[in-house]
């Protein structure tokens, strides 16, 4: 099954079962968060939409009110024209799975059906993928015809190279020029202090951040007992380990570089979205949705 | 120094390599995963890695050490502390195991007013007093040696007792055999110290200091590791208490004996009873009292010279045939030692003694190869005498029954077919007497091959050739003291210088003359013309030349009938089973058919009935006691009281001598062996009284530290338990997400 026919079927799809609230939810959070910087230039009236907290009372068109007794805004092409990139990591590591689905399925699934809601919103949606430097740059686009490709090159992704999250973020930084969005799906496996530097690169560059850090159970739980030789996916020299014995300092390790990451993450005003791959990708969506949009609307 | 106590243990340290093992056989079960979160695990060296390698190696070690206290505490280290003490006093190493070896043989009764075994069983309690609690003690005594002994004690308390219910036996002293039982019993004690406490009487006799080879192999098993510390298992100590021994003054019977081997009916018997006086003090005086069934007979006072031996010879007539008992008993002398005052002598009275003649060629009267012994033996020819003839030849053999006869004569036989000469065999080995006489009938060859058969056949020795002097020899030298030859001892002339000797077998008694063949009467030249020997519990005599005058003149010479009939006599003298016994040895009595079907009553030297249990001797149904503990005599006679059966059982004659045992005695026994010896009850105490000990076993201590490691290591695995429960619990997929 396609990438694109999986999105829909199990994304979408069920998004739509969620209901009105969660769609709601998306679609405000959507429209609510992100203001045009070049408002009253480019007014093209695109429609009208249910008025939320924190719109412009400005944009309240009093006309539909008076007729309706309903508050709907006015809504113009150039201002809810979001450009949102994905920047999707696709580092060997990424490629791991204990049983179910592997990382960067989940991180395809989920960088799809964040295109697909963006898209349909109209905003602009871009995709990067990358390991230790950008393989494929996608510049946001709200065509179908560019989240078609994005697609394409999701699912013809191969897992491979090192991680450098970092370097990657900064290129990417350096080649963003206006405000925009940027979502990182990766298991963050990578420096956290160069991460976060990173990061904090982005925001200076205006760009609104959101990481989600894709991890599988068995990363979490480190079911190994025994003797364990360690095979890395990104050319590591394998190790050879007690499992039973060292698990409990690995978690320590993992919950710590966890807690870096997260505190790395609100310093620098980062959205921090931790999942497992075997989290349902709706209810993650729609628990981070529910959190961007308190939160951006806080904001 | 530290020792191990239990080597058989050793193979419990293999138990230390366990966790070793198990450790690396977990690691080498290694799986292969392939991993994403790397930088984690490379991560841990830097940080947790190497405590955790510690973690791990340090439970490992615990673990090991664990397992390694138990395995050593189990093979009992001990700590020895240098022996270097007080001049003289002896220091115990460890917790003591002793063997207390007792002499309770007759001559530790032996002393005036405080007897010997008193003054051992002091010294024994001082010893005990210098023991402490978790010291064990076995005892062994003489009189028990054979029997199964006792499990060591730790109740010191009831050794005493044991100590001093110890009272003298009548048996024989065996110093060898009692520290051979105490070598063999310290297997079963567990503690490590060992000591080998001789208690005995001070005297000689039972230490066998002759028996060189017994000493020595005694000595290589007492000092068997001479490295090792003195009071280990590997090289006992030996204590010697005995109380000071002082010259004794004592009187005994030492001997009775009669003029005569058989001892017939209504005939006058001197009854010769030796007294020996072993002593350095004045010459005593005393009663000599003999009594015949219980009853005194003769009494008479008697003088002995310190040192000296006297006889006194009594004449009495046993007046009906059967067994009796003659007791010869001093009375009334100043003496150490009682049990040898008295001696007993069980006796048979023949009425007539069953003899087989055997002809090679019969006749009568003077006639025939034995005409001249059958004269002899029953010279009215009525069977009236002592002897009760039955002439036969060798074709008639085969109908006689053997055992209707106690002796048996062959006169110049040629040959007995191999059936007879089996019979002839074990008529012998069961106590008959057979008297052999050659002649010109005899075929040597035969005989060697089927008579002698080398030195196993019941002929005394191989035949040689027949010699035929060039002129005729006599009989020059009769053997003096033996009964059978008894007659002759007093001649003051030589009763054999009428005799001539014209042929004669010379016999090859190569290595048996002197020693198993005796020779009773030899001629001019040397050669033997009568020898004797024991064949199992009978004896055969052979004579050389023939038994009539062919080939001699012997029956012509007065002496020929004191010969003959000594000779005879002598042959079916043998009382079987034996009634002269020894402390330890068994009753045995052999019922007629009748008889064994009826009550056996038996009683001791005091009147107590004794048990005789149902058996066999030889064959034949018998009433068979346990070992006799008592010198005295012992009765048995059937319900009816009609058989009346006596049993004398004497001491040894050597524990009378009461010699005390010198330094050089010790050095020629136990030589080189390191001996503690004391005579005094306070003696032992300085000596062996321990204040403190200067040793003690380890494995306490190494329990404790196994208990104490145990206990680490249990913190240590639950702590890490309660980290993994806590480091999984924390990753449940809520708090995951949350993280």
């Known amino acids: 099954m396609s990438l694109q026919a999986s999105v829909q079927e199990e994304i979408l799809e069920r998004l739509g079962n969620v209901g009105v609230t969660a769609r709601q939810a998306v679609e405000s959070i959507l429209s609510g968060r992100h203001r045009s910087v070049h408002r009253g230039l480019s007014v093209e009236f695109a429609g009208h939409r249910p008025y939320q907290p924190g719109d412009d009372l400005r944009h309240l068109d009093w006309k539909v009110f008076a007729r309706t007794d309903r508050y709907d805004v006015r809504v113009y092409e150039e201002e809810t024209r979001l450009r949102a990139t994905i920047v999707v990591d696709c580092s060997g590591s990424m490629e791991y799975s204990s049983g179910g689905m592997t990382k960067l399925r989940y991180a395809r699934m989920l960088a799809a059906a964040l295109g697909f809601l963006m898209v349909r919103q109209k905003d602009a949606v871009g995709m990067v993928l990358c390991d230790t430097e950008i393989r494929e740059h996608l510049l946001p686009s709200s065509r179908m015809s560019n989240l078609w490709a994005m697609l394409d090159h999701l699912e013809s992704a191969k897992p491979g190279g090192e991680t450098s999250l970092a370097d990657v973020l900064d290129t990417l930084a350096d080649r963003c020029a206006r405000h925009g969005l940027i979502i990182i799906i990766t298991d963050a496996f990578d420096e956290v202090d160069r991460l976060v530097q990173s990061l904090k690169h982005l925001r200076f560059r205006k760009q609104e951040i959101r990481l989600y850090q894709i991890c599988d159970p068995h990363e979490e739980t480190f079911p190994f007992g025994g003797m364990v030789e360690f095979v890395g996916m990104e050319n590591e020299p394998r190790l050879r380990m007690d499992g039973d014995r060292i698990r409990s300092v690995y978690q320590e390790a993992l919950a710590e570089h966890r807690r870096q990451l997260a505190e790395g993450c609100h310093d620098v005003g980062v959205q921090f979205e931790p999942c497992r791959t075997d989290d349902d990708l709706a209810m993650v969506l729609i628990r981070t949705l529910s959190h961007l949009a308190v939160g951006g609307q806080r904001r | 120094m530290i020792e191990l106590l239990n080597l058989s243990m050793l193979g419990g340290l293999a138990a230390i390599s366990a966790p070793v093992i198990i450790h690396f056989m977990h690691r080498r079960r290694i799986k292969p995963v392939t991993w994403a979160a790397m930088q984690f695990l490379r991560a841990m060296p830097a940080k947790s890695r190497r405590r955790l390698f510690l973690d791990e190696w340090l439970l490992l070690l615990i673990r090991s050490l664990i397992l390694a206290c138990i395995a050593i505490a189990l093979l009992r280290p001990a700590y020895f502390a240098s022996s270097a003490g007080n001049a003289g006093r002896v220091e115990r190493q460890g917790r003591t195991g002793a063997v207390l070896l007792v002499d309770d043989s007759v001559s530790t009764s032996s002393g005036r007013g405080r007897s010997a075994i008193e003054s051992m069983k002091q010294l024994a309690t001082s010893y005990l007093d210098t023991l402490s609690t978790g010291d064990e003690v076995s005892l062994i005594r003489t009189s028990q040696l054979g029997k199964a002994t006792a499990d060591p004690i730790f109740d010191l308390e009831a050794a005493r007792r044991s100590v001093e219910a110890i009272e003298s ?404 003298s043998v009382v079987l089973p034996p009634r002269n016994m020894r402390p330890g040895d068994r009753i045995t009595y052999c019922p007629s058919d009748l008889e064994s079907r009826e009550v056996v009553l038996c009683e001791d030297p005091k009147g107590n009935p004794i048990v005789l249990e149902q058996g066999y001797w030889e064959d034949y149904p018998a009433r068979i006691s346990e070992p006799l503990a008592s010198a005295g005599i012992y009765r048995v006679r059937d319900a009816s009281g009609k058989n009346r059966v006596y049993y004398a059982v004497n001491p040894r004659r050597n524990e009378s001598r009461l010699t005390v045992l010198s330094n050089e005695d010790l050095r020629k026994t136990l030589a080189n062996v390191p001996l503690v010896s004391l005579q005094q009850s306070d003696e032992v105490i300085d000596v062996l009284g321990q204040t403190k000990r200067p040793s003690r076993e380890l494995w306490p201590l190494l329990l404790m530290l196994a208990v104490g490691l145990l206990f680490v290591e249990s913190l240590m695995t639950s702590r890490q338990s309660r980290r993994e429960l806590r480091a999984s619990a924390s990753q449940t997929p809520e708090s995951g997400g949350a993280a």
């Open chain 2, 169 to 572: 036996t009548e048996v024989e002293s065996d110093v060898p055999g009692l520290l051979s039982a105490g070598l063999d019993q310290m297997a079963r004690h567990v503690n490590p110290g060992i000591e080998l406490v001789l208690i005995h009487d001070g005297r000689k006799e039972g230490w066998k200091v002759d028996d060189e080879q017994q000493w020595k192999s005694l000595r290589a098993e007492i000092e068997s590791d001479p490295e090792a510390p003195i009071g280990t298992r590997r090289r006992p100590r030996v204590v010697m208490l005995s109380p000071e021994p002082r010259p004794e003054a004592n009187i005994a019977v030492s001997r009775i004996r009669l003029d005569r081997a058989l001892i017939p009916e209504d005939l006058p018997i001197e009854i010769d009873v030796s007294l020996v006086h072993y002593g350095e003090s004045d010459p005593e005086e005393a009663l000599l009292r003999l009594f015949v069934d219980g009853r005194s007979v003769e009494e008479r006072p008697v003088t002995i010279e310190a040192g000296e031996t006297s006889r006194e010879t009594f004449t009495y007539t046993f007046e009906e045939a059967g067994s009796h008992v003659i007791e010869a008993v001093i009375e009334g002398a100043r003496d150490s030692l009682a049990a040898d005052d008295r001696r007993a002598l069980s006796v048979e009275v023949t009425k007539s003694l069953p003899v087989l003649l055997v002809e090679g060629a019969t006749g009568k009267g003077f006639e025939g190869s034995l005409g001249y012994v059958a004269a002899s033996l029953d010279p009215g020819g009525d069977g009236r005498g002592l002897f009760r003839l039955d002439r036969t030849t060798i074709g008639r053999l085969d109908d006689v029954d053997f055992r209707d006869f106690r002796v048996m004569i062959l006169g110049d036989v040629p040959a007995l077919d191999a059936s007879t000469v089996a019979k002839l065999e074990r008529f012998v080995m069961m106590g008959g007497g057979v008297l052999v006489g050659l002649g010109p009938a005899t075929q040597p060859l035969l005989a060697n091959r089927d008579w002698a058969r080398g030195s196993e056949g019941f002929l005394p020795a191989t035949l040689g050739r027949r010699r035929v002097p060039p002129g005729s020899l006599l009989p020059a030298e009769a053997r003096v003291g033996h009964y059978g030859m008894q007659a002759f001892e007093d001649q003051a002339t030589n009763v054999w210088s009428e005799a001539k000797i014209d042929a004669y077998y010379r016999l090859d008694t190569t290595g048996l003359l002197g020693s198993e063949v005796v020779s009773l009467l030899s001629l001019t030249n040397g050669d033997p013309v009568i020898v004797e020997r024991a064949r199992g519990r009978g004896r055969v005599i052979l004579v050389t030349t023939t038994l009539d005058a062919k080939w001699s003149d012997l029956p012509f010479v007065s002496a020929f009938v004191p010969l003959i009939r000594g000779l005879t006599a002598y042959l079916g």
